[in-house]
């Protein structure tokens, strides 16, 4: 991490009492695990969100697409605001929940779509069909790139076919499709974190290595705070700073967490 992101950082965190700190998990905080469904909590990581879940000026959230599921046992910890699926779902530092809608209101669309997704992946090979409750996501990181493409479409072509209507959205990239309710949105979430959660005159900083977090920024930036691309390639971005990735993140936070 270059010396200049921190300088730059420090002198705006001396001016604020508080920070409120957006933080995405898989490639900003850790390395992306081989399967999305592999849960293997890192003391060094929930060691250093301690240090910074203890320093007063910190009000430290984690969001990820991530289920909410998942990040509790990730970071099985207290004093940290988890952001689920997005943000549609949260758990705060006293330990209580809020959803943004109904789990009835998006199971039974789910319900119908996930049959037609498991026979598409009936005998293929590097896919991998997440279920988070909230969402269903189609991953072909290990497909080959044409068998990625060929799935992805199908299974997007039974999205279609379910015409879900506006209170849902879809991702579609080349190896990656997920269908969730709007609500389950970054931008959206950060709005509301910051609007309803977070002290009017707190700072917020923001971590994020893919586009859902480029979203965020949006947000982010509109109210003044500040963002860091995570990622080794040079993709376009609106943040003001970079990091190369989950390392570089830790070296910054564990910077943050002795600063005052
Ligand atoms: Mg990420």
């Known amino acids: 991490m270059s010396d200049s992101i921190w300088r ?32 293997l909590p890192d003391p060094a990581l929930i060691s250093l969100l301690s240090r910074l879940v203890e320093t007063e000026k910190y009000l430290t959230a984690v969001i990820s697409g991530r289920s909410l599921l998942h990040l509790r046992e990730l970071l099985p910890m207290k004093g940290l605001l988890l952001a689920g699926t997005y943000g549609l779902e949260m758990q705060f530092p006293d330990g209580s929940l809020v959803t943004a809608l109904d789990y009835g209101q998006v199971r039974p669309l789910m319900e119908k779509l996930l049959p037609k997704w498991q026979a598409l992946l009936d005998g293929q090979v590097g896919f991998f069909l997440e279920d988070k409750g909230w969402s269903l996501a189609m991953h072909a990181r290990f497909a080959a790139i044409e068998d ?22 879809v991702e579609h990239r ?42 965020a ?3 982010i930036l509109t109210a003044g705070g500040v963002c860091l691309r995570v990622g080794k390639e040079p993709v376009p971005t609106r943040a003001q700073h970079r990091l190369s990735g989950p390392r570089e993140v830790r070296q910054l936070l564990n910077k943050l967490a002795g600063s005052d």
Do not use: C, H
């Open 174 to 215: 080349a190896r990656f499709l997920e269908i969730t309710p709007v609500e389950a949105n970054k931008r959206r979430s950060v709005e509301t974190i910051l609007s309803r959660y977070t002290p009017a005159k707190a700072l917020p900083i923001y971590m994020g290595d893919d586009l859902n977090d480029e979203e």
């Open 8 to 39: 730059s950082l420090k002198q705006q965190i001396r001016r604020v009492e508080k920070i409120r700190l957006f933080l995405d998990y898989d490639g900003t905080l850790a390395d992306f695990a081989p399967a999305p469904d592999i849960i």
């Open 148 to 169: 990625a493409r060929r799935v992805l479409d199908s299974a997007r072509g039974e999205i279609d076919q379910l015409s879900a209507g506006e209170g849902f959205a």
């Open 217 to 219: 920024f949006d947000a």
